[in-house]
């Protein structure tokens, strides 16, 4: 989840208090009709970018979000624009860029990854056929810097940030997952889901790390 900035551009000295600001300016200013009347993601971007509190990054996330819902639906392939974690993960991958941009690498990166997987035989689990896209490819590069902080601290993006703000942390409950409608995977999940019930009751209830390897199989089967 993503906030926007304590600012205090709207004159308050609480930070929920300007975000409320906030709202109200957008709701004033019919903010999702023009969402809607949008014609490309860049143009919401460049909307949402436009109000105090909001840079770069909170605008390209908040474009994102809401065209998983059904106000837009733009091509995630059309539009991209690196965060800062993104971009000291670059970094951290290329020691030369060779004259490309950091939005060029990430759209290098998705055009070409079926055949950088067979290039380096990576068997890819992915969406049910479903294409990184642009905004993945850029979550790739933001997480690698995080895993490259504590694997290689020596190899410095340009933020220079050296520690990880949150820790893993398990937890025991099944994930529910669900995906944006128009993605049309939401009834392969579900088919995965009662298969891997399926597997597990005919195992005789064992845990399900003592049936990891069994699932994987007969999932992928």
Not at 152 to 167: A, F, N, V, W, Y
Request: include cysteine.
């Amino acid at each position: 989840m993503y906030n926007a900035s304590g600012s205090t551009s709207f004159g308050q000295s609480f930070k929920h208090r300007n975000h409320l600001k906030l709202i109200e300016k957008m709701m004033t200013d019919e903010l999702p009709k023009r969402i809607i009347d949008a014609n490309s993601m860049q143009q919401v971007f460049e909307l949402l970018r436009s109000y105090p509190m909001i840079g770069d990054f909170l605008a390209y996330q908040y474009a994102i979000d809401i065209n998983y819902s059904v106000l837009t639906d733009f091509s995630e392939m059309s539009f991209v624009v690196p965060g800062p974690g993104a971009k000291d993960g670059i970094r951290k991958c290329f020691s030369d860029f060779g004259g490309l941009s950091e939005v060029d690498l990430i759209k290098c990166m998705a055009d070409r990854q079926e055949q950088e997987f067979d290039r380096l035989g990576i068997e890819f689990k992915g969406l049910w056929g479903r294409r990184l896209q642009l905004i993945d490819c850029q979550n790739i590069f933001c997480e690698v810097d995080k895993y490259a902080r504590i694997a290689h601290p020596e190899i410095l993006g340009i933020s220079g940030r050296t520690r990880i703000k949150q820790k893993f942390k398990p937890i025991s409950q099944p994930i529910e997952y669900f995906y944006p409608p128009k993605w049309r995977i939401n009834a392969a999940v579900e088919q995965m889901i009662k298969g891997r019930e399926r597997i597990l009751s005919k195992a005789g209830g064992c845990h399900e790390d003592a049936c990891g390897s069994i699932l994987t199989e007969r999932i992928k089967a």
